[in-house]
């Protein structure tokens, strides 16, 4: 039998990222051009943080690759590998500690948004490094799950347990199964996700690991932030559960051009080997959040970022993003 070593922490260090390069402008309509510049502006910001983390900035064709490479510094390493959308934390393999790759089914994010070419681009892109890929017959995307490297996960029901990703699989099972192919020993779970999350409610979005043990969520913004009570009830999960808490700031409530709330998180940022890059929205609350995410990694440069059109699409920095560990 196969022992799985859990993940190693995003803080431990990489020898390379995947960030996925906006490539379709129909999946984008007006904000392809300003979310393609918004996704250069986080490759340049990872690369120019140096210490051994090569970008590799993936662009679903040779003309995206193109315009990618006229956006972003030469250093960054421009490849194309055909892809639906962008987002290469669902779509790419999970690594464990012992280097394997983990590649799970992907569904579309329960079969809402299915593009050619995202159900087997985490694969191809192993394989082109060489990676052993180990299969699992279950739906799991990266997003839904994250971990302090010592084998504690956290995750939300509403997207694990969710009946349009794996039907017939309870929190015991899916447990289980996080335990035998991931390396997991205990599993937070939290309840839901943000308002209006495409992915039914992804942890990236609101509950990151910090540190062994250590679990940043955010702090409501005030009476009118639509997850107000989404973060309290995570926070009585996770201090039930024996987790260390810290708070971020959150954006409170953020509309699109229609009126309709987004899932705006500064829970998103990406953690680089030199650089730890936070998304902004042009709220009160991106400063302060920034400078919160930073003294969690004094060791790290803390970069706040825009990354309204990037979100336009579903996500931001860390959703675009599969780190590769060293």
């Known amino acids: 039998m196969t022992i799985v070593h859990a993940p190693p922490p995003e803080w431990a260090p990489h020898q390379a990222v995947w960030i996925g390069f906006p490539s379709h402008q129909e999946l984008w309509g007006d904000a392809f051009e300003a979310a393609q510049r918004e996704t250069a502006a ?45 987002w290469l934390r669902d779509t790419g393999v999970i690594l464990d500690g012992e280097g394997r790759a983990h590649r799970f089914g992907f569904n579309g994010w329960g079969r809402k948004y299915e593009y050619p070419g995202d159900e087997d681009v985490g694969a191809r892109l192993a394989q082109k490094r060489g990676m052993a890929i180990t299969e699992h017959d279950w739906v799991l995307e990266g997003g839904a799950i994250d971990g302090d490297g010592s084998g504690v996960i956290v995750t939300t029901r509403q997207c694990l347990l969710n009946p349009n990703r794996n039907a017939e699989s309870g929190e015991a099972e899916t447990e289980a199964r996080l335990k035998r192919d991931l390396g997991a020993t205990r599993v937070l779970w939290l309840e839901e996700g943000l308002a209006n999350d495409h992915t039914d409610g992804h942890v990236d979005n609101l509950a990151r690991f910090v540190g062994p043990n250590r679990l940043a969520l955010p702090e409501a913004a005030g009476e009118d932030d639509p997850n107000a009570a989404v973060y309290a009830e995570a926070a009585r999960a996770a201090a039930a559960f024996g987790v260390e808490i810290v708070r971020i700031p959150s954006p409170g409530r953020v509309l699109d051009d229609s009126g309709e709330i987004i899932p705006a998180s500064h829970m998103n940022f990406y953690i680089g080997n030199a650089t730890v890059v936070v998304p902004t929205y042009g709220q009160d609350s991106d400063d302060r959040a920034v400078a919160a995410i ?19 699409g579903g996500g931001s920095f860390h959703c675009i993003s599969q780190q590769i560990p060293a």
């Open 42 to 86: 986080f490759a340049d910001a990872v690369h120019a943080g140096g210490a051994g983390e090569t970008v590799l900035l993936i662009a679903a064709s040779e003309e995206a690759a193109a315009t990618a490479r006229a956006l972003v510094d030469p250093g960054v390493r421009v490849e194309v590998e055909h892809f639906g959308d962008v």
């Open 294 to 312: 930073g003294a969690l990694f004094p060791d790290r440069k803390a970069v706040g970022l825009r990354a309204d059109h990037i979100l336009t």
